[in-house]
């Protein structure tokens, strides 16, 4: 597997970023690649993308030289397999369930002896067999990403001993769920800030796993400043494309209608 962008990134000391990708066409990653992020946030949690669709969009991410990470839809072993044997880069596993759940999302994405995944020569990872079988291991043991998701009481409570897990690259704290479950959901309480600043201490004291914190989230907002001094190594960017698309939209319906009644009052 080739080397992982991210996971460069990070090993120099930087902030990694991702887009989210939001619409089902593999030319928004193209996009996202043109407009210099370092990978693609690829959601199934939360969207209806197919294996097929993801499978395109992974390959686009390839051939555009980011890292696509997949954002599965729960921690089916199987569903994983498949998304790593297409050659994702990157798994994201939301709402694990504490340490037991981390050990089981590294059993799922490494390799023996870290973890138990299935094999397949002939896979789209693998290079279709072109690749040694040892060298595809040993590289995809070392070059994919693996994200946990802390977003409710027990992941929270637990966050020291995940991140401690060994093959957990990143722990995502996800501001929206976060801030449901501990019932603080005005973005402006400083006691919900300064839980994040907290949790993010607290996982990079056990000094393995890296912290993952959106910035300008809509729940709980961080400046990338504010990210840095926290010690935060990969965000993702909000709002979202079809947000993006969205708003400007609007925009454009409503200076088009202003200038309309202008013309007709004129």
Request: proline share 6%; with cysteine.
């Amino acid at each position: 597997m080739k080397q992982n962008r991210i996971k460069k990134v990070m090993r120099e000391g930087g902030m990694a970023l991702v887009s989210h990708v939001g619409f089902a066409d593999p030319a928004v990653i193209e996009i996202i690649a043109l407009a210099g992020f370092d990978g693609a946030f690829i959601d199934m949690e939360h969207t209806v993308f197919d294996l097929q669709t993801v499978g395109e969009m992974i390959r686009v991410a390839d051939l555009c030289d980011i890292t696509p990470v997949v954002r599965v839809p729960d921690e089916n072993q199987k569903t994983i397999l498949r998304l790593l044997d297409m050659g994702a880069q990157g798994i994201q596993v939301p709402h694990i369930a504490g340490a037991e759940g981390a050990r089981k999302a590294v059993e799922a994405v490494r390799y023996p002896p870290l973890g138990d995944r299935g094999g397949a020569g002939s896979s789209r990872a693998a290079g279709y067999g072109s690749t040694p079988w040892v060298e595809h291991m040993r590289t995809s043991n070392e070059e994919i990403l693996l994200i946990v998701m802390t977003e409710d009481k027990r992941g929270l409570a637990e966050i020291a001993e995940i991140a401690a897990v060994d093959g957990v690259d990143l722990i995502a704290l996800g501001p929206t769920d976060i801030s449901t479950a501990l019932g603080m959901t005005d973005p402006a309480d400083p006691k919900l800030r300064e839980t994040f600043i907290e949790l993010a201490a607290k996982v990079n004291a056990v000094g393995k796993a890296k912290v993952y914190i959106p910035v300008n989230h809509a729940a709980c907002r961080f400046t990338p400043q504010d990210l840095i001094g926290m010690g935060v190594s990969y965000s993702s960017v909000a709002p979202a494309p079809p947000t993006i698309v969205l708003n400007a939209l609007k925009a454009s319906a409503k200076n088009i209608r202003e200038e309309v009644a202008k013309a007709i009052k004129a």
